[in-house]
């Protein structure tokens, strides 16, 4: 089975600009979560999607959105970027309702 | 609020010994404790889980202790190993959903 996969690896962007990462889940896990990953505040959890319905959503500013497809995919968005958005975005995908969840290799958002 | 709490950033552990990482809760809803191993650059890799209805979870070198009344658990690993060498996190989450509340991890390294 192919792993949780996340698109792009690195991203450079400047502040006012807006970003999309995607990740595809492996097959058959119908809940993706999205995490911020900074220095100062560890892991953080912004949204979980499930079935295409956002389930679950951390604090977080409406800057940051998600959406997630028909097939799992899912894309976050986050608009108007700011210098403290930066930081490793990860994607996890799960199914057992356990919390064991398969984490992508993430996509490392610099701010500029 | 940090609800999940990892109080040691660090620990060094010489290889062959026990290391013994720590963890702290707040929220007595969780239902699952989970522990993550992360590498430089990669996404966290589950390593192990106990139910809250569970006082002991093993898995070959690894056994996680959870003691309800003092909201606190502990990865034990025996005997350590140079590729131990990562950073930690401890985890949790609530009934039903797949939302990750992480600690802010401890870097263990394997002393040769």
């Known amino acids: 089975k192919a792993g949780v996969t996340q698109t792009p690896r690195y991203l450079i962007k400047t502040r006012g600009q807006q970003v999309t990462l995607s990740c595809s889940p492996i097959s058959g896990h119908r809940s993706v979560s999205w995490y911020q990953q900074t220095p100062g505040q560890g892991l953080q959890f912004l949204f979980e999607?499930?079935?295409?319905?956002?389930?679950n959503k951390g604090n977080f500013p409406g800057r940051f959105s998600g959406r997630q497809f028909s097939n799992s995919r899912s894309e976050m968005n986050v608009s108007t970027l700011e210098l403290g958005d930066s930081a490793l975005y990860l994607c996890?995908?799960?199914?057992?309702?356990?919390?064991?969840?398969?984490f992508g290799q993430g996509t490392r958002l610099t701010v500029v | 609020d940090q609800q999940v709490k990892q109080n040691s950033p660090s620990l060094s552990v010489q290889e062959g010994r026990i290391s013994i990482l720590n963890c702290d809760y707040t929220?007595?809803?969780?239902?699952?404790f989970l522990w993550y191993k992360k590498y430089p650059a990669e996404g966290p890799t589950f390593l192990i889980s106990?139910?809250?209805?569970?006082d002991k979870n093993e898995d070959g070198r690894f056994t996680v202790f959870l003691n309800k009344s003092a909201k606190h658990l502990s990865l034990h690993i025996v005997p350590s190993q140079p590729g131990d060498s990562a950073v930690y996190f401890c985890a949790a989450i609530g009934f039903g959903n797949e939302k990750l509340t992480f600690g802010t991890g401890t870097r263990l390294t394997i002393i040769p």
């Open positions: 999607y499930f079935s295409e319905t956002q389930r």
């Open positions: 996890a995908s799960s199914s057992t309702g356990t919390g064991r969840a398969f």
């Open positions: 106990i139910s809250s209805i569970k």
């Open positions: 929220n007595s809803m969780f239902d699952y």
